[in-house]
């Protein structure tokens, strides 16, 4: 199956979703580099939302760009294994390569924008990333490692720590949040 039939069957969790994948699927469909960069106005990026063994926390990165704690993320760059990216941008951001998908289906999907900025001495126009979410869960003894053209840290949260270490109002609000709860929903 491909990415564009996963993202057409996942059935959204609220307004902000159906929303964002009728956008999501509208561009890739008339829009033929979207997984690539190449598309310097919206493409499609990967986070994972990755859990411990027992659905209590979060790992997060202190991104260098977003000088904010975050989830764990990147481009698609022209691969369309969604499922792959995911945990390849979690072992590149962590260390962490031995994590699983909890499901082949996607977790969340999100329209996120991102201002304009300097990345190695170059200027990224603003644009939009066309977000689809896995849910990954991963052992918290594993050592972590930071990726320093990326991060600055690497770092398990309680839930409730990561909404607070967030400096980003509308991810937590929108994002985060949506996410904990869904984490939540699964252990119940």
């Keep these: ?16 979703e159906r929303n964002d994948q009728r956008q999501i699927i509208e561009y890739i469909r008339t829009h033929p580099f979207c997984l690539s960069r190449k598309d310097g106005v919206a493409h499609i990026t990967v986070s994972v939302w ?3 063994q027992t659905f209590t926390k979060t790992l ?23 499922k792959a990216v995911a945990l390849q941008e ?3 951001e962590t260390g962490i390569a031995d994590a699983k998908l909890f499901s082949d ?13 300097f990345k190695d001495g170059r ?6 990333h066309l977000n689809i979410t896995y849910l990954a869960v ?12 990326e991060n600055t840290a690497v770092r398990w949260f309680s839930f409730e720590e990561a909404l607070s270490a967030s400096t980003e109002p509308w991810m937590v609000e929108t994002v985060y949040k949506k996410l904990i709860n869904k984490t939540v929903r699964i252990t119940q």
């Design 60 to 82: 997060m990165v202190y991104h260098k760009l977003y000088d904010s704690w975050s989830w764990i993320g990147g481009h698609a760059d022209s691969n369309n294994d969604l």
């Design 105 to 117: 289906e996607i977790f969340s999907m999100e329209l996120l924008p991102v201002s304009g900025h």
């Design 50 to 52: 990755t859990v411990n």
């Design 138 to 149: 991963a052992n918290e003894t594993t050592p972590l490692t930071v990726n320093e053209h």
């Design 123 to 128: 200027y990224l126009p603003s644009h939009l």
């Design 90 to 92: 979690l072992c590149e």
């Design 1 to 16: 199956m491909s990415f564009i039939q996963d993202i057409d069957r996942y059935r959204p969790e609220n307004e902000q």
